[in-house]
């Protein structure tokens, strides 16, 4: 089946500022995927484009085979959007904002009360839901916005960093909302300077930095590319020099390296889910009980440093 979202080439201009710089990436249907990059890197430019809210400089994008450019009114029936910017009625409440944006999305009667009140319990309004948007909290309105985006049952839902400005209990409100809708089928564009979201949420993730994709795969494959490893820490109850016993491990495939201290072990590996079961095994056989296990990954952070020398959060 092709990617439900085929990006070519894409490029933005403004004036004389280079916003999307070439951009090309796809994504399946049913994947969480995010673009993560600072603030300007070109997210929201990109996510409008795809929205067809305006059309590229140069290049062009597929949504569920239909062009941005070419056909812009059935890309927008697929598509649910959640701005960056909060694009709702202060004086209105929640049943009434979704009352109205739903008959903008063509639902009427019956149904669009019943979708409206679906959307009000898969947000988590219904007790507020009578009560002015301008009473509501940044990250009740942020739920809010998110409800509208997904009025018309989208097959496909742009986010534009959703989480921005929120309390860490509607933050996690909204993760949980993303990986609900995404087992529910939903595909979902994700777009954050947040490296934690995108590493929690995401199937695979595009790093997007002055315009340009740097890099674009799963976790382990964008820590991999940059030739990070994960370090396995075993410590042991009984202390005792555990260096002899280093003849008897088996040969795992993926280790680098492995250090043996008086009761606790290093271990540098490629992928340490990986060897974990036989590691477990191995300690089992030869008597050592395990006090704790801890596992260092690299994370997205060192994957941006690597790739543009800068800290994603500068
Ligand atoms: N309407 C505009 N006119 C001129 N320049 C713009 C306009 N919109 C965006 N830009 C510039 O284009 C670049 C990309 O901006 P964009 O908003 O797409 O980035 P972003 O990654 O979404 O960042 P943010 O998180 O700050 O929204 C930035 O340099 C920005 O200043």
Redesign the pocket.
């Known amino acids: 089946m092709p990617a439900i979202v085929q990006v070519q080439n894409l490029v933005?201009t403004?004036?004389n500022?280079?916003?999307?710089d070439d951009i090309s990436f796809a994504i399946e249907e049913g994947e969480i995927f995010s673009?993560l990059?600072?603030?300007?890197?070109?997210?929201?430019?990109?996510?409008?484009i795809l929205s067809t809210l305006f059309p590229p400089t140069h290049g062009d994008a597929q949504i569920g085979g239909f062009s941005v450019i070419r056909d812009p009114m059935q890309v927008r029936r697929m598509i649910g959007v959640v701005p960056?910017e909060i694009a709702l009625y202060e004086d209105l409440n929640a049943r009434e904002n979704l009352l109205f944006w739903g008959q903008m999305a063509g639902l009427e009667g019956k149904a669009l009360k019943q979708r409206v009140d679906e959307i009000l319990e898969r947000v988590g309004l219904v007790e507020k839901a009578r009560q002015p948007v301008k009473t509501y909290s940044g990250g009740m309105k942020r739920r809010l916005n998110i409800g509208v985006g997904l009025l018309h049952s989208p097959r496909l839902l742009f986010m534009?960093?959703p989480t921005?400005g929120i309390d860490p209990q509607s933050r996690r409100a909204i993760l949980d909302m993303v990986k609900d809708l995404n087992r529910s089928g939903m595909t979902i564009l994700y777009?954050t300077?947040y490296m934690e979201e995108a590493q929690e949420l995401s199937h695979r993730i595009g790093i997007?930095d002055?315009?340009k994709m740097i890099a674009i795969g799963t976790l382990q494959e964008l820590i991999r590319q940059v030739g990070e490893q994960e370090k396995i820490i075993l410590t042991f109850s009984e202390e005792q020099s555990l260096t002899p016993l280093v003849e008897t491990l088996p040969m795992l495939s993926g280790v680098r390296h492995v250090n043996m201290g008086n009761h606790t072990m290093t271990l540098v590996v490629d992928a340490a889910k990986e060897i974990l079961p036989e590691l477990m095994q191995w300690s089992h056989r030869q008597g050592l009980k395990i006090r704790s296990l801890q596992i260092e990954e690299p994370d997205l952070e060192a994957v941006f440093l690597h790739l543009t020398g800068r800290a994603l959060r500068d």
């Open positions: 933005k403004y004036g500022v280079l916003a999307v673009l990059g600072p603030n300007g890197a070109g997210k929201t430019t990109t996510i409008s960056q534009d960093e921005v777009t300077h997007i002055h315009g």
